[in-house]
């Protein structure tokens, strides 16, 4: 089972994590400089939660974002 919500599909987010050192030039510094480059995941922060589907209740993983707009009905 994929780490995305069933509502929207929503997934992770790939991205760079950047370490630099040094001090900016702004601040009278010679520049930062990048010492290493790693990648990194942001991921959705899901929520399982009883709702109706079809008509039945079911257990289905949703994102917050969609709990507060409403979109998930929830099972009694």
């Known amino acids: 089972m994929a780490r995305a919500c069933e509502i929207c599909g929503r997934k992770g987010l790939l991205g760079n994590k ?3 050192r040094g001090a900016p030039k702004r601040k009278g510094g010679a520049g930062r400089k990048i010492t290493g480059v790693t990648r990194r995941k942001a991921q959705v922060n899901l929520q399982r939660v009883r ?14 974002r969609c709990l507060k707009a409403g979109k998930v009905m929830k099972a009694a």
């Open 18 to 20: 950047v370490a630099r």
């Open 51 to 64: 709702a109706i589907v079809d008509g039945a209740p079911r257990i289905i993983r949703v994102c917050t």
